[in-house]
């Protein structure tokens, strides 16, 4: 199959393109680089001895995309491509919808020119917002609380109405619940500019001593510990998860939403200790108050992801931290610190 891949640089979609290559799928990388590094898709080209396209642009880019995928014509778009930070999202609002709900926008435009009719799009469990019950399920409400949330929720409506119109085209929106881990080979892996956002590449800095300490935002929620719980997915159990929706776009038209989680949950506590377990390094802690808008826990039902596209995750919580630690240990600087001339792109 041939795949256009929109934000195939950045983390979720560097695992995910090494995967498609190591199936034998045709992949074309659209990425304008802004939270990620071109090294990335260097280190897949070495890891999966494949080649592939790369086209330089942003999503709201509309006529750049568009040519882009008249040349490539592909048979599917997985589209990553998007801010992503919450609490930028409140900070700059404006800016998410413009990049995410405009350029999603965009590359459905684009795709109608060159008649490619099946998307797979990364969402997220944000659309769900405070839980009603758990674990969430497909049928829980949406009421996201932030603007990346709404973001999410918006281009999955959008998405809807554009397979409602068109009976030919079939989409998968995959919502995720909380990606982490690396490459078991320790080559690609998380690289955040600036710091972290979430909980796991934090803990990974302060072991390689790039930061003091982790600063846990509460420890009285009513869980195992008092501190937060969440489903924390191995991003290359993510990256197959795209792989099985690729398939059942080819088969099924219209559009399904599918959780893409582990159906259990680990707070925060526990991935400190199971990080210090694999690595053998202490991770200093503080206990800080609660930060706004944090749930108690959130756990995925990932039963509908079984049942129609044969997924469900294979690695667990130490599975995750070893491959974090490898990818952090053997590059504690990220990509940034890659001088290796024949990695540049």
């Not at 099985?244 to 526990?270: D, F, K, S």
Request: aromatic fraction near 8%; include cysteine; proline fraction near 6%.
């Amino acid at each position: 199959m041939k795949v256009f891949l929109t934000g195939g640089a950045g983390y979720i979609g560097s695992h995910t393109l090494t995967e498609l290559l190591g199936d034998g799928h045709e992949v074309c990388v659209y990425d304008n680089f802004a939270n990620s590094q071109p090294v990335a898709l260097a280190r897949v080209r070495t890891l999966s001895n494949r080649d592939f396209d790369i086209v330089e642009g942003d999503i709201r880019q509309g006529d750049r995309l568009a040519d882009a995928l008249k040349a490539f014509q592909p048979d599917a778009v997985i589209h990553f491509a998007g801010l992503k930070a919450v609490g930028d999202s409140a900070a700059f609002p404006l800016e998410y919808y413009e990049n995410n709900v405009q350029g999603s926008i965009s590359l459905l435009r684009a795709m109608d020119s060159a008649g490619c009719r099946r998307i797979v799009f990364s969402s997220s469990a944000t659309v769900y917002g405070e839980p009603r019950y758990l674990p969430f399920d497909e049928v829980h409400p949406l009421s996201p609380i932030n603007p990346y949330g709404r973001t999410k929720l918006f281009i999955e409506e959008i998405i809807r109405d554009w397979t409602a119109a068109q009976p030919r085209t079939s989409a998968v929106l995959l919502r995720y619940f909380n990606p982490v881990g690396a490459h078991a080979s320790g080559r690609i892996g998380e690289d955040p500019l600036g710091p972290p956002a979430n909980l796991l590449p934090f803990v990974s800095q302060v072991a390689v001593g790039r930061r003091e300490h982790v600063s846990v935002y509460g420890d009285d929620y009513p869980t195992r510990d008092g501190t937060g719980e969440r489903d924390f997915i191995h991003v290359v159990d993510l990256a197959r998860a795209h792989m099985a929706a690729l398939t059942y776009c080819a088969a099924r038209p219209g559009c399904e939403a599918i959780n893409v989680g582990v159906g259990r949950g680990a707070t925060v506590l526990e991935v400190i200790r199971a990080f210090e377990a694999v690595s053998g390094r202490s991770i200093p802690y503080r206990i800080v108050g609660r930060r706004a808008g944090d749930t108690a826990s959130s756990v995925a039902d990932p039963s509908k992801a079984l049942a129609l596209l044969g997924w469900r995750a294979e690695r667990d919580l130490r599975d995750i931290c070893q491959s974090a630690w490898a990818w952090q240990s053997g590059n504690p600087g990220g990509y940034r610190g890659a001088d290796t001339p024949g990695e540049r792109d």
